[in-house]
């Protein structure tokens, strides 16, 4: 909610009257802040499930109105994928599959496969690269993204397609004037739902931490993800083979005014990356993963 306090109260009352609506009889509230357990706390449902203790543990006037007391990670695990499975665990529902598995539509699969036919991708053949991110500080340096790619296609013969989404044009033009490799552009080029299906393609993911890189691990491929503030042992891809790169902790800040830590999406870690190690992960995962491949056929 955005604007001013009497703005964002009024949009509160008016998203809280309209779930009112449904008189729901279970709510799960998986946010676990202020605002959430507010709202979860006047929706009347029956059945009303949040985390206990809280990650933010409430004021003296806040409380906790959940009913189902979920622990701050379930199932044993130590990723932040099972602090958002403990409700299930909570709930008594068995855990069947312990990692995200995103399988494409047909149709979407088609769409991907004639966007990889129009730029002369071969599937299979190519790193799908995602530059961007939301904050600054978790970007890798395009220039480092570049020299990167002129490395691993120099070393691999694979090609390299850009993905993301249109707001990010500014990273990838700068990572494409670095570069010497010839780069597919694909950023903006394909809707969201298909974007899976274009990582179900493509021999590896290369890229920061960030919602692509968790899709392109759901999706099944193998990923080398780049971290700074944030560690991979709770926010790592999960379901596919992976190699998180970090740069040691702690962390001396190169970031100037833009670092705001201890907040993670204001913290620039990532910038200590070299560009060999990256290079070095991504050969290692591809041979390793490529002796994976051979076994299978």
């Given amino acids: ?83 958002y499975l403990s409700p299930l665990e909570a709930l008594g529902i068995e855990l069947r599959a312990p990692s995200p598995d995103i399988r494409p539509m047909p149709i979407e699969t088609t769409k991907a496969l004639a966007l990889l036919d129009k730029f002369h991708l ?47 044009n500014e990273v990838v033009e700068k990572v494409l004037a670095n570069a010497k490799t010839r780069i597919v552009n694909l950023v903006g080029a394909l809707p969201l739902e298909t974007l899976p299906a274009l990582f179900k393609q493509a021999r590896l993911f290369l890229g920061n931490d960030s919602g692509p890189m968790h899709m392109a691990a759901a999706a099944g491929i193998p990923v080398v993800g780049l971290f700074g503030l944030q560690s991979p042992v709770r926010w790592g891809p999960v379901g596919a083979p992976n190699i998180p790169m970090r740069p040691s902790m702690p962390c001396d800040c190169v970031g100037g ?27 290692e995962l591809l041979a390793r993963t490529h002796t994976a491949l051979e076994a299978e056929m």
């Fill in 122 to 168: 071969r599937p299979g053949a190519f790193v799908a690269v995602h530059a961007g991110a939301s904050f600054p500080g978790r970007r890798w340096q395009p220039e480092r993204f570049a020299a990167a790619i002129d490395r691993i296609s120099a070393e691999t013969g694979l090609d390299v397609a850009l993905v993301g989404s249109p707001d990010e």
């Fill in 257 to 283: 005014d833009l670092c705001e830590r201890p907040d993670p999406n204001k913290a620039c870690c990532v910038w200590r990356l070299e560009v060999a190690p990256v290079v070095e992960a991504v050969l």
């Fill in 1 to 83: 909610m955005r604007g001013t306090p009497l703005r964002r109260t009024q949009e509160l009352v008016l998203t809280l009257f309209k779930l009112r609506r449904y008189h729901f009889d279970m709510v799960v509230d998986i946010t676990d802040t202020k605002t959430s357990r507010f709202i979860s706390g006047l929706l009347g449902a029956r059945v009303r499930v949040g985390y206990h203790p809280s990650e933010r543990a409430p004021r003296w006037l806040e409380r906790q109105p959940a009913n189902v007391k979920a622990k701050p990670f379930g199932y044993g695990g130590r990723h932040f994928l099972h602090r």
